[in-house]
């Protein structure tokens, strides 16, 4: 692990920064706003999916000695930074400055650590609560080669650019069904990713600084997500869905090229998450379209979706990626105890 070198001279630091448009599932559990900072030694650090976690031994304003723990990124995400288990040593002195969590005093999500050999690691900005990926390098072409939607893509970012959200249309369309499903959720208890479960494509597509594959097999288009290790397996020689599928909450997708677009169709969704604290039912149908787009280059996957239980208009999005030539990273994922 290569730590960017910073001479600390003196360490203030505010209690507040600026509101960022944070990315849900980080500001459903952490102020964006609100700094913490932790000074201790590294008790334990979990270099796991889905997320990394850093234990610091430390004491609290009466001198009593308390355990803080921080969130990362996930361990794949930490990876392309070039870190690995021993980016934090047990033993070692360190402080943190994080993002103070909405229900645990001694919890934070990790913002930048300072080492006592005057090096520094950032994994989300103190100023804007943004996110920190590496830089990102397209696959390399062959001459005369054109990109087609097969290879490795990556969403590098959750900002601009690099965020590549589209706008999304419909979520107000939401019905009295839908609003009393999300007010009975908890995205902390009731988040799939504690559980290492995979959540629906939107969720998937939509995964910052992880890979995602897309290949030919036997006649079928494979897209594999480095997101729970998840593989979707797109059926090209279905002209309709069957009708006595099992139920999953992946769906069960058939596709057809048209006009230079993958066309997928899914249904057969069980009850889960969209995204964020957006919900769906098993009533909920999927229409993807995937190209590449010219000039860019970028990979585009736009969607309309349609739930008539939990919304009286179809949701729409879109989601673009940038091609990568960063290895595939197998997630194995570690189920989490969610810490109230």
């Known amino acids: 692990m290569h730590r960017s070198l910073l001479l600390i001279v003196s360490l203030t630091f505010s209690t507040c920064v600026p509101m960022a448009s944070a990315h849900h599932g980080f500001a459903a559990h952490f102020y964006p706003d609100r700094l913490l900072t932790i000074e201790g030694t590294v008790k334990k650090f979990d270099f796991i999916n889905p997320h990394s976690v850093l234990h610091i031994d430390s004491v609290n304003e009466s001198g009593e000695p308390v355990v803080y723990v921080c969130d990362l990124q996930a361990r794949s995400q930490l990876i392309r930074h070039g870190a690995d288990e021993t980016l934090f040593r047990v033993g070692d002195p360190i402080v943190v400055v994080g993002f103070a969590a909405r229900r645990d005093p001694l919890r934070c999500e990790f913002g930048t650590g300072y080492f006592a050999d005057g090096s520094s690691f950032t994994m989300r900005s103190t100023k804007g609560a943004r996110s920190q990926f590496p830089e990102n390098r397209a696959a390399p072409l062959a001459a005369g080669a054109e990109r087609t939607i097969f290879g490795v893509w990556i969403r ?133 379209q995937i190209s590449v787009q010219e000039g860019t280059g970028d990979l585009l996957i736009t969607w309309t979706i349609n739930d008539p239980v939990y919304y009286s208009e179809p949701l729409t999005g879109s989601q673009r990626l940038k091609s990568t030539d960063k290895a595939l990273i197998r997630y194995d994922c570690v189920p989490e105890s969610p810490r109230q």
């Open 156 to 288: 590098p970012g959750m900002f601009g650019d690099a965020g590549g959200i589209g706008k999304n249309t419909g979520q107000d369309s939401i019905t009295a069904a839908g609003k009393a499903a999300v007010a009975a959720f908890d995205p902390e208890t009731d988040n799939p990713v504690y559980r290492c479960e995979g959540s629906s494509p939107v969720r998937i597509w939509r995964s910052p600084g992880l890979a995602t594959s897309l290949s030919q097999q036997d006649g079928d288009v494979l897209i594999y997500h480095e997101f729970m290790d998840i593989t979707r397996t797109v059926h090209m020689n279905m002209a309709e869905l069957p009708a006595d599928i099992q139920p999953n909450y992946l769906g069960h997708s058939i596709g057809r090229f048209e006009d230079g677009y993958l066309v997928i169709d899914t249904a057969a969704f069980t009850r889960g998450v969209l995204f964020g604290s957006m919900l769906h039912t098993d009533q909920m149908t999927m229409e993807e």
